[in-house]
């Protein structure tokens, strides 16, 4: 059985940084296969930051030269560096990995595991 853990979200005030971690428990395929997602409540969940078909790191245009996202093969770890958070960045934040290599990577329209989410919180 496949589980995501994810850590790291918090309170932060705009401008201030955050790092969130996934851990993925009974996952067999490539952290390639994995992404960060977010959602605010009464919208669609949409992808932050996850890998191309070339395994280069691709971002939502929203965070690009603010989120980084990477990975730890040793440690089997995924990991999204936030800085210069702003207020609008205030969402739950979802890992995600495709269930199978058909469905990698993962986007909001392949068939995925969840983590629970981990709530990040911006203030003005």
């Known amino acids: 059985q496949v589980q995501l853990v994810e850590s790291g979200g918090g309170s932060v005030q705009s401008g201030g940084s955050l790092r969130l971690s996934c851990e993925p428990r009974?996952?067999?395929?490539?952290?390639?296969?994995m992404a960060w997602f977010r959602q605010v409540p009464g919208k669609q969940r949409e992808e932050v930051a996850g890998w191309d078909s070339n395994g280069r790191a691709s971002y939502a245009d929203t965070v690009k030269g603010r989120f980084t996202i990477s990975r730890d093969d040793v440690k089997n770890m995924l990991y999204l560096e936030m800085n210069s958070l702003r207020p609008e960045d205030t969402a739950v934040y979802y890992c995600?990995?495709?269930?199978?290599?058909?469905?990698?990577?993962?986007?909001?329209?392949?068939?995925?595991?969840w983590g629970q989410g981990t709530q990040v919180t911006v203030s003005s």
């Open positions: 995600a990995a495709g269930v199978s290599s058909h469905h990698c990577p993962p986007t909001t329209r392949t068939q995925n595991h």
């Open positions: 009974g996952y067999t395929y490539s952290s390639l296969c």
